[in-house]
């Protein structure tokens, strides 16, 4: 099985990679995801695990195999017959924009028993994730900053 998902996120590169790496807080903007659980509590380190549990999808722990710093990060995961890697990369999108890519692979003697079972669910949760994303982000990025509002004595 592989999947690809790309999209443009009218935000800069930063923000999106900091929305990105704060994974405890994706359910928060893509409703397919219940939790998700890095088990250190912080960021994204090589070697760190993550635990993620979907709308009908089994829950499914993660092991970070790669981190690269503003670009992107590789998850993995190893099981009895089959192996599932997500690939997440992000790079600059002129003008001032960026451009979002997940790639999810899965390979071994159980992933065509289990595609046929989650194919099409996986892929919308991939899908919901980088719109998720990209809504999260342009929000964010978007949102004018109010001034701190006066309190009575500071009006004269």
Request: net charge positive; glycine share 8%.
């Amino acid at each position: 099985m592989h999947q690809h998902h790309e999209v443009r996120i009218a935000a800069c590169p930063d923000y999106v990679w900091a929305v990105l790496t704060d994974v405890a807080r994706w359910p928060q903007w893509a409703s397919a995801l219940r939790e998700v659980v890095p088990y250190d509590g912080g960021p994204l380190v090589v070697g760190g695990r993550v635990r993620v549990r979907a709308r009908n999808l089994p829950v499914r722990d993660w092991c970070v195999r790669e981190v690269r710093a503003h670009r992107g990060f590789t998850w993995e995961q190893v099981g009895v017959g089959s192996a599932a890697t997500l690939v997440v990369g992000i790079r600059p999108a002129p003008p001032g924009g960026t451009t979002l890519e997940l790639t999810a692979r899965r390979s071994g003697w159980v992933a065509s028993v289990v595609d046929r079972m989650t194919g099409a669910t996986a892929t919308a949760h991939l899908e919901e994730l980088a719109d998720g994303l990209r809504r999260r982000c342009e929000a964010g990025q978007c949102a004018p900053v109010s001034p701190p509002a006066q309190s009575a004595r500071d009006v004269v």
